[in-house]
């Protein structure tokens, strides 16, 4: 069913298909796609996820290349554009889902933390926990980085003209190479947050989580 609602949504958009069109092309009935499925909210998320776990080894990748170095990373979001681009049609899909259906929304947000968590495996600026109160900014702002170029990616894929500059891959290369290269979470509140009080038991939880450069 899967395959048979990706191409129906491909073909006519997210918007137009209903759940009996997508039964009738999988060849099942309204029956069993509800007994699969909770709603076409539901269906889609499953493709979204699907589609994730295909991406994500691309995703992941540039964790085992110098994430430090500017043109290893434009590299890497260029390749990430070029991969958008070939599934433009899906992607049309995923943000036609996202306006429609808050809970297919909320799950592309939490795909984004996922793959804040696989590269904190291999760069240890990404390692971590945002339920601690010395991370939370810090994984806020790993959120935005990595939402940021998957952002581009779909407006590129779609031909957002901003999107396709190229000074945009170079902009993006920047602002990660700039938050990767930053290691001593305790040093970064401090710098952001001058007027802020640290009591010591804060800043040694902070020093504790601190990730140390491979």
């Known amino acids: 069913m899967l395959a048979a609602a990706g191409k129906a949504f491909a073909a006519a ?52 290349r110098n994430y430090r170095d500017h043109a290893a990373v434009a590299e890497w979001i260029g390749v990430l554009f070029e ?43 990404f ?30 894929a779609r031909g957002g003209e901003i999107a396709n500059d190229p000074l945009v891959i170079d902009i993006l290369a920047s602002r990660f190479v700039r938050f990767v290269s930053v290691t001593d979470i305790a040093a970064v509140h401090m710098h952001e947050r001058p007027d802020r009080a640290f009591d010591a038991g804060e800043k040694g939880a902070c020093r504790a989580s601190k990730p140390h450069a491979p």
């Open 13 to 64: 958009g997210y918007f137009a298909v209903s759940v009996e069109d997508i039964a009738l092309k999988a060849g099942v009935s309204r029956m069993t796609f509800y007994r699969n499925f909770g709603s076409k909210a539901a269906l889609a998320g499953d493709l979204f996820r699907e589609n994730g776990r295909a991406a994500m080894p691309r995703l992941l990748s540039i964790a085992g």
């Open 83 to 125: 991969a958008d681009r070939s599934s433009s049609c899906l992607l049309s899909v995923f943000v036609q889902a996202s306006v429609l259906d808050p809970e297919f929304a909320a799950r592309a947000r939490e795909f984004v933390g996922e793959i804040i968590d696989g590269l904190g495996t291999g760069i240890p600026a």
């Open 127 to 156: 390692r971590l926990d945002p339920r601690k109160p010395c991370d939370r900014r810090r994984w806020l702002e790993a959120w935005l980085v990595i939402y940021e170029i998957l952002d581009q990616g779909n407006h590129a």
